[in-house]
């Protein structure tokens, strides 16, 4: 959604929603190509301005539902934005969030086009405004959280293998991690369970799990990582 036209007398609210997502072996973002200006045909964060009977996250879940079709998923404040000179129309406060979503669910509409696109982190566009600041920020956020709470698994389908978690958390960690370790204190963490299926692979099937919905979401760091 475009950002409407900011007043004269009092500041323009809005929110912009960080849409991360596990494609292609990579950690990519979901962004949409302005059709008006300022920063016409740039490319930026999906956002809208606020109804006036809105609430913010009621904004920011309409926003994620307008540009993917998801509705239930990970969803969480990030940090609001209000610069005096981020937009060159006036003056505009953006409320950020950032949301989790497997790719097994994104919906066609949210696939590549002309106007929105995924984009790997690490082969961005040139973004509109302080879009690059927002996404620098919600990238930060989400590595600190992977390393202790479950939002990792936000990334994965319902049913995965020990070794698609621990790609997942490199790819967004950025970083390798030694499997026999990462495999001891992920199991030992308690946040895991054998779904009873295997994976057929090259070699020996892999045992697949799921995240139990019943188990504490905040893990310690350091029961995770070395």
Request: hydrophobic share 40%.
């Amino acid at each position: 959604m475009e950002q409407g036209t900011p007043g004269h007398d009092r500041p323009l609210v809005t929110v912009d929603v960080v849409i991360f997502t596990l494609r292609a072996g990579s950690l990519q973002v979901l962004l949409v190509r302005r059709k008006r200006p300022p920063c016409e045909a740039m490319w930026a964060i999906p956002g809208g301005t606020i109804g006036s009977a809105e609430d913010l996250e009621a904004a920011a879940v309409r926003t994620l539902k307008e540009e993917t079709g998801l509705g239930d998923v990970f969803l969480e404040q990030l940090y609001t934005f209000g610069a005096p000179d981020r937009d060159a129309r006036g003056r505009v406060i953006t409320v950020s969030y950032f949301a989790v979503v497997p790719a097994s669910e994104l919906v066609p509409g949210a696939e590549d086009s002309e106007r929105v696109r995924w984009w790997p982190i690490t082969a961005l566009p040139p973004l509109a405004f302080d879009h690059g600041a927002i996404l620098s920020y919600a990238l930060t956020r989400l590595r600190y959280k992977l390393e202790y709470t479950a939002v990792g698994f936000e990334l994965l389908p319902d049913v995965f293998t020990l070794s698609e978690l621990q790609s997942a958390y490199e790819i967004v960690l950025g970083e390798a991690l030694d499997k026999r370790n990462f495999r001891r204190k992920i199991l030992s963490a308690g946040v895991l369970e054998p779904s009873g299926g295997l994976r057929a692979g090259e070699g020996r099937p892999a045992r697949l799990y799921r995240y139990r919905e019943d188990a504490v979401a905040e893990v310690k760091a350091r029961r995770l990582f070395p």
